[in-house]
């Protein structure tokens, strides 16, 4: 009777495991019921062509030929070694069909492009409604005035994933080591709500605003204040008043604090409102116990109505590096080794058009190998990898898209300049986030674009727990407070910088030797991979 009661217990073990479902956000957000805020996935169904095609923005187009996709897409299956250039490159197109129901008359409409690899244009009925230059940040799009009620409407995405050196990361592919791939190859969101609403950080291009933006300060076992700022934009053809309110809530559903402020907000107008929360005995996150709150957001009108709202899951922490002190988490120093890993966002056949589950899986594995610091290489990578991170308990360092590669003609840099900010507005409310890592990975850039990246993420983060790093040996590496360097750099240090290593070991004499220290295949054989266990077994 014994074995048979253990016997059921590991199977309800194992089913609890396999019936688990991770969590994901949903742009930026999680979904609150009855705020008059859905949000609706459009990765279904849509008509896809390799190429250029003339007119194919136009609603009228006859598509019925293409093939039907769906989205995460990365254009095509590749062999599970993708590094040769084998990929496509040039121009695509992708067209969804759909009537949108009559429920979401009077709502705000907005398309919310998670990623689309290279440059981009998006055409709602024909008319161009936004282009993108970059990869890896949303593109997000208001199509309130675009669409047609009771008939059919179009959306059309032009994207083209070729070498163009106006854009990071700019270096021809010929000449890197892994692959772009292309493609709309992460979600598509449509999310409706109303007239008076929480805007979107990545739309509204405000400096340290736009959404909601969560810090924390005055971090301790025994309390911690919460900082909060809100955008709010008011798109009715009369005033609102109103108030916002927050509230915090642990993860048995009890509200631990609260915060509520008046709004009022001109017709056609927008504003930001800054309020605070303190919290008594936080459970405060870190990587062994990961602790996430729900923090729901609601906006209320003059008689009590709740006209938008929804839901963040938020980590209280704070984080510090003191020179020669090394990192201190909560107040406190870490104590132990911080032992992390590059990650790529690409996975065999698919490419880059990775599902949202397969994210966290890598997330998990890297989680149960006992890494605690993921570096992002190079550049911010899904949302879902980032919930997952929050959710297990794992560092990131969040990078900059761009690797090797220089351009001086300005637009370059402007535009990596609007990348900074951009991934800084998407990732700032992640309690995953360990470090900003603005610069160009491997770079020869002028000395002023460091101090003025620096300066940028500091900009868009004017709160404590903000840091970056830059390699020791770059160009304008005296303006981080923590910075990249070997091991055997130590008689080097400064005792005001905190050192890391991000890519210990990751070196070649050519790209194909078999007695190579590290990069080592498993089809080379047992010899090499010896060679790179030694190596690697050996820090100094």
Known sequence: ?????????????????????PEFSTAGFFRLPDTGRDVYSMNPAWRFHKGSAVGAEAKEFNDKAWQVVSLP???????????GCINYQGEVWYRKHFTPADALKGKKLF??????MGKSRIYVNGKLLAEHFGGYLPVSVDVTNALNWGEDNVIAVWADNSDD????????????DYTYFGGIYRDCWLIAHNPVFITDPNYENETAGGGLFVAFDNVSEQSADILLK????????????GN??????DRDGKEVASSDMKLSIRKGTAISRNGKMKVEQPHLWTPSSPYLYNLYIRIYDKNGNIVDGYRRRIGIRSIEFKGKDGFWLNGKPYGKPLIGANRHQDFAVVGNAVANSIHWRDAKKLKDLGLEVIRNAHCPQDPAFMDACDELGLFVIVNTPGWQFWNDEPIFAERVYNDIRNLVRRDRNHPCVWLWEPILNETWYPEDFAGHVKGLVDEEYPYPSCYSGCDTQAKGAQYFPVQFCHPMEVSKRDPKITYFTREWGDNVDNWSSHNSPSRTARNWGEQPMLIQATHYASPY
């Open 1 to 21: 009777m014994k074995r048979i009661l253990v016997n059921l217990m590991c199977l309800c073990l194992v089913f609890m495991a396999y019936a688990y479902e």
């Open 111 to 116: 398309l919310h492009f998670e990623a689309i």
């Open 165 to 176: 050196p106006t854009y990071a990361p700019g270096k021809p592919q010929d000449v890197l």
């Open 73 to 83: 897409n990365g254009i095509e299956y590749l062999p599970t070694e993708a590094s």
């Open 230 to 241: 809100a955008h709010i934009r008011n798109d009715n053809a009369r005033n609102f008043a």
């Open 244 to 249: 916002i309110a927050y509230s915090l809530v």
